[in-house]
């Protein structure tokens, strides 16, 4: 069963970095074909893809945002880690990793969600 | 960017009756187009992709249509566990875009 969660600090301050972790279970990081990607919801707005990374390292990036995103992997450890630059409080939402399934070509499964407020 | 549209941003539905949602894409995405069900406090579900298979767990009820530009999902008698938020999703292209989603409620 293929699970995923989120992990991270419910504040940052304006000016900060954020860091969130996804930590996955139920497959490998490394198997061809499979990805993980972030997304992020404004509270009460739609959903907005950030970033994905591939089992080969490819990356990809909302462009809008590519200047502040960095997406990583860790495979030893089953984590995709996400960092964001220069917080500000319109990055306020719940932030989600979600697996992207290799023939299904789409984000198949979701963690629960992690959320984020950028305040002073 | 590929922007997606959908419409009507509401709809307000007699459980047991058909509800059709549209989502639309800027330019042809193909068949490459994913629909997830939102509910409040809950993290969206795959639910259709490739524009028409339903995704594990889901009933024959939902079911999805188009290609290239013009895109359906159809939920042919609603039933109380279906009024939710329902986004559109094109994978054709990077980077990976939303529709704003229709909101099904309960009339």
């Known amino acids: 069963q293929i699970t995923l969660k989120e992990s991270g600090p419910t504040l940052v301050k304006p000016t900060q970095t954020l860091t969130l972790t996804c930590t996955v279970s139920g497959f490998s990081l490394s198997t061809t074909g499979v990805g993980v990607g972030w997304i992020r919801q404004p509270p009460g707005k739609a959903l907005e893809w950030l970033a994905l990374i591939f089992w080969d390292d490819d990356k990809r990036y909302r462009p809008s945002l590519k200047r502040r995103l960095s997406i990583t992997k860790d495979t030893s450890k089953n984590q995709v880690v996400l960092t964001m630059t220069n917080m500000d409080p319109v990055d306020t939402g719940t932030y989600y990793c979600?697996?992207?399934?290799?023939?299904?070509?789409?984000?198949?499964?979701w963690g629960q969600g992690t959320t984020v407020t950028v305040s002073s | 960017e590929i922007l997606m549209t959908q419409s009507p941003a509401t709809l307000s539905v007699s459980p047991g009756e058909r509800a059709t949602l549209s989502c639309r894409a800027s330019q042809s995405v193909t068949t490459n187009l994913a629909w997830y069900q939102q509910k409040p406090g809950q993290a969206p579900r795959l639910l259709i992709y490739?524009?028409?298979t339903r995704a594990t767990g889901f009933p024959a009820r939902f079911s999805g249509s188009g290609s290239g530009t013009e895109f359906t999902l159809t939920i042919s008698s609603l039933q109380s566990e279906d009024f939710a938020v329902y986004y559109c999703?094109?994978?054709?292209?990077?980077?990976?875009?939303f529709g704003p989603g229709t909101k099904v409620n309960i009339k």
């Open positions: 999703q094109q994978y054709n292209d990077w980077p990976l875009t």
């Open positions: 490739g524009a028409s």
């Open positions: 979600a697996h992207w399934g290799f023939g299904v070509y789409s984000l198949d499964v």
